[in-house]
């Protein structure tokens, strides 16, 4: 069983920099083809893709955020982490990280997707 | 942000048969990309409805089905019930951004 959890603070300050963690079980980063992403959700919004990392690591950015983003691999730990810096009013969302599942040839999509975790960004 | 248009509600009476559009352009449905589908219940994380614009993943009904043309993609549910009542958003690749991007969201009411 695929499982995905996502975990870091709930309330950053303007400015500051958010780290979150996403611990996985039931695959491994190490495995040819396996991915894991992140995508936010503001309040009342669509999903917005963020990062996305490859067992090789190969990485990926939402090309509007990529000058704040970095995501990383410990894949000892099973586990993604996701670096946002100079945090927003606007950052507000909630974060889920999600395995990317691909068939070749075919375009990526997200399955599972973790609980989620909402991140306020307020002073 | 979003490249990828969805009409911002459907509704329809039980039993019945909706539609759900999904607008793209060129660099994305148009360039051959395939359109997933998700469904999200108020606060929970989306789930993966059809993927590779047809195919329903293991479990989910067969009243949920999902095409795909040109620069547009559908999704259909037939025989409508209360439990389908969610957000449905759809997801595709896109060539121009460099990335992945998800349609505007659409609340199906019944």
Known sequence: ???????????????????????????????????????????????EWL????????????????????IAKDTSKNQVVLTMT?????????????????????????????QGILVTVSS | ?????????????????ITISCTGSSSNLGAGFDVHWYQQFPGVAPKLLIYGNTNRPSGVPDRFSGSKSGTSASLAITGLQAEDEADYYCQTYDSSLRGYVFGTGTKVTV
């Open chain 1, 1 to 47: 069983q695929v499982t995905l959890k996502e975990s870091g603070p709930t309330l950053v300050r303007p400015t500051q920099t958010l780290t979150l963690t996403c611990t996985f079980s039931g695959f491994s980063l190490t495995t040819r083809g396996v991915g894991v992403g992140w995508i936010r959700q503001a309040p009342g919004k669509a999903p």
């Open chain 1, 51 to 70: 990062a996305l990392i490859y067992w090789d690591n190969d990485k990926r950015y939402n090309p509007f955020l990529k000058d704040r983003l970095t």
């Open chain 1, 86 to 114: 100079n945090l927003d009013l606007v950052d507000t969302a909630t974060y889920f990280c999600a395995r990317r599942s691909v068939v070749v040839g075919a375009t990526d999509w997200f399955d599972p997707w973790g």
């Open chain 2, 1 to 17: 942000q979003s490249v990828l248009t969805q009409p911002p509600s459907v509704a329809g009476a039980p039993g019945q048969r």
